[in-house]
């Protein structure tokens, strides 16, 4: 079967993660079946598919009508030859094997032989699941993230008879839905992101039970130190203690046994299951309203993170070594999966290999894997060697206020840092970020510049609540951010934005102002100010229109929509786009390849394209002959011819 032969998809259960998967399909242009108990269920599922809808449009993220998505959804309720045309199946019930594979036995003698049969467990054997079928090699895992329509990360897993056409289909089929899929090569349970959120979860009880530390100090260094979300605990109260406490007992049928269950068991005989009841490790306003619990940042440097996050390593070096999954998909999974602000493997690699090992050693409930001793031994120890999973060279971090600057000659990266905050524009970070620029132009090591963000954004905008208290007068005067965006269009050196996330509003203004554009495919862009009663206030509506045109800026101001990464593309205001789990390393290619060019003609490029686009065509051909000229006067030229003649690559100085 092709990816264009599915045209029919069934999705089993209506609850949280179902009603959501059929509303996913449906809005890419699948006739969706969606089957329930009863008629009940599926009415409430339907009028949840509505409100989600309806929030979309109010975004402008849809691309047709309400009722035109909804027609694509026809309820039944139970199983019978209805759906007996399903090209594709999935299953999204509760977790428990036995029903799951009631289900699919159901599903192997309605369904057509052609039809693939999904499941989205996430802690459940794929390959006993299959068991219960006649075409276990068209039995797959299909694990989407809450709320489907939202979350990036799919993860596809083989069971062990699933064939490669059947896993290569529902990859693909992934990316039709707009998703960033990975890749299992192995049945394992609870996938790649539960597998490695359970063993962080497990140290956190680990330093509980002995008396190591609170819950409070974990949930401070999980957010204040490693920039997670969210707090260990406050996660698990999010997704309610019950779960997590079923999926820790559910894993022990495989030989895995948690230490949190006791510390889970407690809770839920309690009945404080955290926000569904109003109270779990934390009390909330109500049940079932989430309210940010109040985390003290100095209680962080109590712990050594490590501790926190190397049986998370741990984990993930035994995927990698055992050829599980790759190093980019491990790294991409729990960033967009978990929402941390980088991978696992580059998490290890900036504590240290050896901090690493000491921290499994001192847990004392597993050896380091022979992996990590491997590098231990070889002196691949991470940022501090150059080398550890990914290779470096000679690396400087400076974590600043509101930036990290990490200086890789010939580039050097800015990292806008306060992902708590989606790396909104604050007065501190305008000026930190303009300071940084002054620094780095005069350093002669560096020949380009990435400006990125931390975490799931590149940057969200300027930040509201700070300039709630300012008059139009101090608008007027707020010249900070125009003449930053001023100082990165005519900045002497070549500049790349590396847009990782939501670019909107003024993180976009920062964005159009650099040299280049590149996007991962899970970007967001939009100019969103028209709903908040105000207009783009950085060079937005100068710049956009220059890029793009008038009609389609116009169109994007006046609706304050956001478009995705490849419309970005299409209209121009992108100039490339990358799959998530290679950004970086797309970015730092292209970034190195200009880098070897001479930074004189860089920037007379540079002086000719902005200066001359803003003036006549005769005008411009002026000034660009009188840089073409001026160029022949520098060592560089000489160099360049000389290099030519000898066949070699130049090495250009600059002089």
Request: aromatic share 6%.
């Amino acid at each position: 079967m092709r990816l264009e032969d599915i045209k029919k998809v069934l999705v089993i259960g209506a609850g949280t993660m179902g009603h959501g998967i059929a509303e996913l399909f449906s809005m890419s242009g699948y006739q969706v079946y969606l089957s329930d108990i009863s008629q009940d269920i599926l009415d409430n599922a339907l009028n949840k598919i509505r409100w989600s809808l309806e929030k979309l449009q109010e975004k402008g993220q849809l691309k047709e009508d309400i009722n035109t998505i909804l027609s694509r959804i026809k309820t039944i309720v139970g199983l019978n030859t209805i759906v007996s045309d399903a090209d594709f199946a999935i299953e999204a019930i509760v977790e428990r094997i036995d029903l799951k594979r009631q289900i699919f036995s159901k599903l192997d003698e309605l369904l057509p032989p052609h039809a693939i049969l999904a499941t989205n467990t996430s802690s459940l054997s794929i390959t006993k699941i299959a068991e219960a079928t006649k075409r276990a090699d068209k039995v797959v895992g299909m694990h989407f993230f809450n709320p489907p329509v939202l979350m990036q990360l799919v993860e596809v897993m083989k069971g062990e008879k699933t064939s490669d056409e059947t896993a290569k289909l529902t990859y693909d089929l992934a990316k039709k839905l707009g998703k960033t899929p990975i890749m299992i090569n192995k049945d394992i349970p609870g996938y790649v992101v539960n597998r490695i959120l359970g063993e962080i979860i497990s140290a956190s009880c680990i330093l509980i039970q002995r008396n190591l530390a609170d819950y409070l100090t974990i949930d401070s260094i999980a957010r204040y130190k490693l920039g997670f979300p969210m707090g260990v605990f406050e996660l698990i109260d999010y997704t309610g203690i019950d779960v997590n406490y079923h999926v820790s007992k559910s894993l022990e049928e495989y030989g895995i046994k948690s230490p949190c269950v006791t510390l889970f068991e407690e809770k839920v005989k309690k009945n404080e299951l955290g926000v569904k009841t109003g109270k779990g490790f934390y009390t909330y306003p109500v049940p079932g309203k989430y309210n940010k619990p109040n985390i003290p940042k100095e209680l962080a440097d109590k712990l050594d993170p490590a501790l926190l996050i190397a049986l998370g390593v741990n984990e993930a070096t035994r995927l990698l070594k055992e050829r599980i999954v790759s190093r980019e998909d491990l790294d991409l999974a729990v960033r967009l999966g978990l929402g941390f602000p980088k991978g696992i493997l580059q998490y290890a690699d900036e504590i240290g290999i050896d901090n690493i090992i000491k921290a499994i050693d001192f847990l004392a409930v597993e050896k380091p894997d022979e992996l990590l001793l491997q590098m231990a031994n070889e002196g691949k120890l991470g940022l501090k060697t150059g080398i550890g999973f990914y290779q470096y060279g000679k690396v400087e971090t400076k974590t600043l206020n509101t930036l990290i600057v990490r200086i890789e000659p010939p580039l050097a990266w800015i990292i806008l840092n306060r992902p708590e905050r989606l790396n909104a524009l604050n007065m501190d970070l305008v000026e930190e970020l303009s300071k940084t620029l002054a620094e780095l132009e005069n350093d002669n090591k560096i020949r380009v510049v990435i400006l990125t963000g931390n975490g799931r954004a590149f940057s969200a905008g300027a930040d509201i609540t700070s300039f709630l208290t300012l008059k139009p007068i101090d608008i007027i005067r707020f010249r900070s951010i125009r003449e930053l965006t001023n100082k990165l269009q005519f900045y002497t050196k070549p500049v790349i934005a590396a847009i990782n996330g939501y670019a909107l509003g003024g993180g976009l203004e920062i964005a159009m102002a650099c040299d280049i554009r590149i996007a991962s495919e899970s970007a967001q862009l939009g100019q969103p100010e028209i709903n908040l009663g105000i207009i783009p206030g950085a060079g937005g509506t100068q710049r956009l229109p220059r890029i793009i045109g008038k009609g389609k800026a116009k169109l994007l101001i006046y609706t304050g929509d956001m478009i995705p990464a490849k419309e970005a593309y299409n209209i121009g205001l992108v100039d490339m786009v990358v799959p998530d789990n290679k950004f970086e390393d797309e970015v730092r290619r292209i970034a190195l390849k200009i880098a070897e060019k001479s930074p004189l003609s860089l920037l007379a490029a540079k002086l000719a394209i902005e200066l001359g686009y803003e003036s006549n065509i005769f005008t411009g051909e002026y000034l660009e002959s009188s840089l073409f000229g001026l160029l022949f006067t520098t060592k560089d030229v000489q160099e360049g011819v000389r290099a030519f003649l000898e066949k070699r690559k130049p090495e250009f100085k600059g002089e």
